[in-house]
Every structure is written in C-alpha cells, then in structure tokens.
C-alpha cells in the first residue's frame, strides 16, 4: 500500500490549503486516518485523526483552524487548513492504519502506512 499525499505549497499567513490523501489499492478495513506534521528540526507530530467510524480529533494548536475529512470506504482524507500561520510550515505526512487483511483483522494485528509527505510553506 502507498500512501500519496498532495496540496502543499506557499501560501500567504491568513491563507488556506486543502492536502489530500490517497491509497495506492483498495485496503481492507482503515481503523484511522491522520495528518502528521514535522517542523524543520522537530520531531514528527500529531495534527488530526479521523476514526472508521467517522469520529475526529486535532491537536490543541489546530482545532479551531484545521479541518481532518475524508472517506474511509474510497481510502482518501483531507485536511482542510484555514488562517495558516507561519508556524505551520513543516513537512505534513499521511497516516492510515489499517487491517490490511481478514487474517490480519482476526489477530487485531494492525499496520500503519505513511505518505511521502507534502510541503507547506507559509511565509509572506
């Protein structure tokens, strides 16, 4: 399984960006699908997670700003980012995690997939 992330770019503070997020094949059950971001010189970092059952959550620093969506059944997921900040700029990865098999969803043995990565700058 791939995971293809795009939509970053430059982007003026106060702009918006849509990223989004694909599987390369159909996956047999996607238990989350989450945004991660990862700073020049940070660690990778929690931004957004969209549980099967359609349940979201975001960190402290985007929940007002940041919307995580998608759809579990195509395997794609969206973050909708508003009034973007420089601080935002980093490098924003995909996750999905997922029963890649019926055999795998009989042991509860989960895998988790990562993107590439796509790059948002915001800078004026």
């Known amino acids: 399984v791939q995971l293809q992330a795009s939509g970053g770019g430059l982007v003026h503070p106060g702009g918006s960006l849509t990223l989004s997020c694909t599987a390369s094949v159909s996956i047999y059950r996607v238990v989350t699908m989450s945004w991660y971001l990862q700073a020049p010189g940070q660690q990778r970092e929690f931004v957004a997670r969209?549980?099967?059952?359609?349940?979201?959550d975001s960190s402290d620093s985007v929940k007002d700003r940041f919307t995580i969506s998608g759809d579990i059944a195509n395997n794609v997921v969206y973050l909708q980012m508003n009034a973007l900040e420089p601080e935002d700029t980093a490098v924003y990865y995909c996750?999905?995690?997922?029963?890649?098999?019926?055999?795998?969803?009989?042991?509860?043995?989960?895998?988790?997939?990562w993107g590439q990565g796509t790059l948002v700058t915001v800078s004026s």
């Open positions: 969209m549980s099967s059952g359609g349940t979201t």
């Open positions: 996750n999905f995690q997922v029963y890649a098999s019926l055999y795998d969803y009989g042991k509860r043995r989960r895998q988790d997939y």
